[in-house]
């Protein structure tokens, strides 16, 4: 019998630019998340590019320069895929191909890719699937050229357009098909929404790989899969969860990243329903994560888009059982106390004053603060109940640890 073959990692390069918006530290960070999302999809990242830029080459967005480095690397080490840290524009993508000769993704197609291979329902494939053909529009002339530099120039120059031409046409179809699959799908689950009765929707939000699916898992005592890889639910879940007596439901969304591209947050829209639609936000931080700060304003820009950015909001500060805070050696007389320094304790003081009391601390793995979090989920669950049908006031009482 033949062992089961290893997962092979494809190799890969990341490429990204230090520019006026974007400091080398900010820099550092993007490629961070970048490689993360390359492990996610597969890859192995050998080796990180980085070039100081005003602003991307229009051409080749990086400078020629450093472009002849990449190559040379890319060639000695037979690596197979290069990935660009923004959204490449087609002639970008294709002028890159023609230098490197190899594949060319940028963040945004790496992420729709993740998408793909995460996408369990019919309907998330279908709004991938839509994300992705809208990405791929403009770009079908690049892919032309790729193809026609496979099989030889000659005799591909006529009919290479006129194949083009057929198949934007077969994209465009196929995008308003998906279009008025999405909608069919949509006015299904809102009749689904309707049918649920009047029990108090609770969601949680909050940037990819936090830990909101773990959360619900202890929550609500069901096991919705949850691994430590950049958006492993795509899929909205919602379960009913009974903290007390107090029945609730509570769904688990799609998580948010920076540069999160536009094709995918116009298609998810209708997956954030469940967001638009809920009483109540729970907003999962991970604040073991040294940017963790950026991903909260990550979160509250895409709520904002949809218009959810006003609703109650408890933020659920996990996994403190992995916070580290930087220290400073008591020699070392030049470096300046910052937040990377924070206790856990001067954390709980800011967000505590910033959110009027409306944050918690806990450590959803191991349980750590859980008591604390059910009862203020259940405080503020028995709240709306109790605003919306005051006369079940008498069945609710305040809260009592089990």
Not at 358 to 366: K, R, W
Request: charged letters at 30%.
């Amino acid at each position: 019998m033949l062992e089961p073959k290893e997962h092979e990692y494809e190799k890969v390069v990341l490429i990204g630019l230090i520019t006026k918006i974007q400091d080398e530290e900010k820099s550092k960070e993007y490629l961070d998340e970048l490689e993360f999302l390359a492990y996610t999809a597969g890859g192995e990242v050998l080796k990180r590019f980085t070039q100081k830029m005003e602003v991307p080459n229009p051409k080749t967005f990086i400078g020629t320069g450093k472009m002849e480095e990449v190559r040379d690397y890319v060639k000695e080490h037979e690596v197979g895929t290069a990935i660009f840290d923004d959204e490449l524009s087609p002639a970008q993508q294709k002028n890159i191909e023609k230098l490197l000769k190899c594949k060319i993704i940028d963040r945004t197609n790496l992420i729709l890719d993740i998408f793909a291979q995460r996408a369990q329902t019919s309907y998330a494939r279908t709004q991938v699937e839509l994300a992705q053909y809208e990405y791929l529009l403009p770009r079908l002339a690049g892919m032309w050229t790729h193809l026609e530099r496979q099989r030889g120039g000659i005799g591909m120059r006529g009919p290479g357009e006129t194949e083009i031409e057929t198949d934007r046409r077969i994209v465009r179809d196929r995008i308003a098909l998906l279009k008025k699959k999405l909608e069919k799908i949509d006015k299904q689950m809102e009749v689904q929404r309707g049918n649920r009765g009047s029990l108090v929707r609770v969601a949680l939000v909050g940037y990819t790989n936090v830990g909101k699916s773990t959360l619900m898992n202890v929550l609500s005592k069901s096991e919705v899969f949850a691994e430590n890889k950049l958006f492993a639910t795509l899929d909205t879940t919602v379960r009913k969860v009974v903290i007390g007596n107090l029945p609730f439901l509570l769904s688990d969304t799609v998580g948010f990243i920076r540069k999160l591209p536009t094709q995918l947050v116009e298609s998810f829209k209708s997956t954030l329903d469940e967001v638009r639609e809920a009483d109540l936000l729970l907003h999962v931080v991970d604040i073991s994560h040294g940017s963790f700060e950026d991903h909260i304003a990550s979160v509250n820009k895409i709520l904002d888009e949809i218009d959810s950015k006003d609703k109650p909001t408890l933020m659920v500060f996990n996994k403190i059982d992995a916070y580290q805070p930087e220290i400073i050696e008591e020699d070392d007389l030049v470096s300046e106390k910052t937040t990377a320094h924070y206790s856990l304790a001067e954390w709980k003081k800011t967000y505590m004053a910033r959110t009027d009391g409306d944050a918690i601390f806990v450590s959803a793995l191991n349980k750590e603060n859980w008591e604390e979090f059910r009862r203020i989920v259940y405080e503020k669950v028995r709240d709306i109940h109790i605003t919306r049908f005051p006369y079940n006031n008498f069945l609710y009482p305040e809260y009592t640890e089990e």
